[in-house]
């Protein structure tokens, strides 16, 4: 069983700077593939970023160059630092895991991650 709970969301405006974090509940969270995801309202839920346990990350292309996902696994926590926030970042984002590997890069689908948290809200006005 593995437990997520995020933290750092908030309300920001453009331009600005947020960053989240995900306390892992796992015995062996420093072996899995984990993701951010994001869902605004009436939209479908997204991968933000994924990282490997050995570091391999990949992003979506609205985030590249603007946020960046990594891990302290002596710590069991996941972050994302967001900078330049536009109002199309607005939505709930929330922490994935599985104890699976299989692609190159990390995948930012949402059927790959078996474990979920219960989100963080960040709103980004303009």
């Known amino acids: 069983q593995v437990q997520l709970v995020e933290s750092g969301g908030g309300s920001v405006q453009a331009g600005g700077s947020l960053r989240l974090s995900c306390a892992a509940f796992?015995?062996?969270?420093?072996?899995?593939?984990m993701g951010w995801f994001r869902q605004a309202p009436g939209k479908e839920r997204e991968g933000v970023a994924g990282i490997y346990s050995d570091g391999i990350a990949s992003y979506t292309d609205s985030v590249k160059g603007r946020f960046t996902i990594s891990r302290d696994n002596a710590k069991n926590t996941l972050y994302l630092q967001m900078n330049s926030l536009k109002p199309e970042d607005t939505g709930m984002y929330f922490c994935?895991?599985?104890?699976?590997?299989?692609?190159?890069?990390?995948?930012?689908?949402?059927?790959?991650?078996?474990?979920w948290g219960r989100g963080t809200q960040v709103t980004v006005s303009s």
């Open positions: 796992a015995d062996t969270y420093s072996t899995y593939l």
């Open positions: 994935a895991a599985d104890p699976r590997r299989g692609a190159l890069v990390p995948p930012l689908v949402t059927w790959q991650y078996n474990y």
